[in-house]
């Protein structure tokens, strides 16, 4: 019995240590899509009318979309930090099972971004089709890779 207390003890310290041992990588993985977010929501309030379209404010938006795109992601998702494994966090552990296209669709957001890059600051006209070709490639990896909220 003594032994069973004590390997049950190990067991919880040890599930905060994984947590931690993470932490830095997802709070930036999180982080990165909250930023995407952010500027995805000013873009898509501009392409809708809902907020009046100002061209620096479209092109800073469109910017940092680019900028998030190009970060390096290897460093970001290690193996063991997926929603089986931790708490707080929406990435599938298909992931891990197929890093490889995980990583080509992350870079297939290349090519939209830059594209809404080039075309924010033209007019509110070409937000809407920028931001649906963005989107298309969000939802490529997010259908496959990020589980539903729940």
Partial sequence: ?????????????????VAQEFDGQLKARQGQFRILAINLGILGDMAKGETEYDAEAAQASADSIHAVSMINQGPLWPEGSSEADLDGTRAKVEIWENFDDFASKWSDLAAPATNLQEVAATGQEALGPALGQLGNACSACHDEYRASAN
């Fill in 1 to 17: 019995m003594k032994t069973f207390v004590v390997a049950a003890a190990i067991a919880a310290l040890a599930v905060p240590a």
